[in-house]
Nanobody
Framework: QVQLVESGGGLVQAGGSLKLSCAAS????????MGWFRQAPGKEREFVAA????????LYADSVQGRFTISRDNAKNTVYLQMNSLEPEDTAVYYC????????????????WGQGTQVTVSS
């Protein structure tokens, strides 16, 4: 069982930056693939980024490639999402999630989810 708690969301102007954190409970954090997803009002939850359990492999959605960076600190049981050059289209609730196995983009593959943190980007 893994419990995930996101933090770091907020209101930022377009072009600004935010860094999200996701703290995980459980001693097996370093065996999970960790992902970030987001969901805007009226839209489906979409993949943002994922990182392998070693941190050696990452994957990004095309829409955030080059602007967002996912990282993890297994000693702190924490995964991060550094978001730069934010755009109003990035406004959403951001969720972190944990999965066994390989990096996946589909939400259905992830076993554990946080409650989400709101990110709002003003124009």
């Amino acid at each position: 069982q893994v419990q995930l708690v996101e933090s770091g969301g907020g209101l930022v102007q377009a072009g600004g930056s935010l860094k999200l954190s996701c703290a995980a409970s459980g001693r097996t954090f370093n065996t999970y693939v960790m992902g970030w997803f987001r969901q805007a009002p009226g839209k489906e939850r979409e993949f943002v980024a994922a990182i392998s359990w070693t941190g050696g492999n990452t994957l990004y959605a095309d829409s955030v490639q080059g602007r967002f960076t996912i990282s993890r600190d297994n000693a702190k049981n924490t995964v991060y999402l550094q978001m730069n050059s934010l755009e109003p289209e990035d406004t959403a609730v951001y969720y972190c999630a944990a999965a066994y196995g390989n990096i996946r983009v589909g939400p259905a593959y992830y076993d554990y989810w946080g409650q989400g943190t709101q990110v709002t980007v003003s124009s």
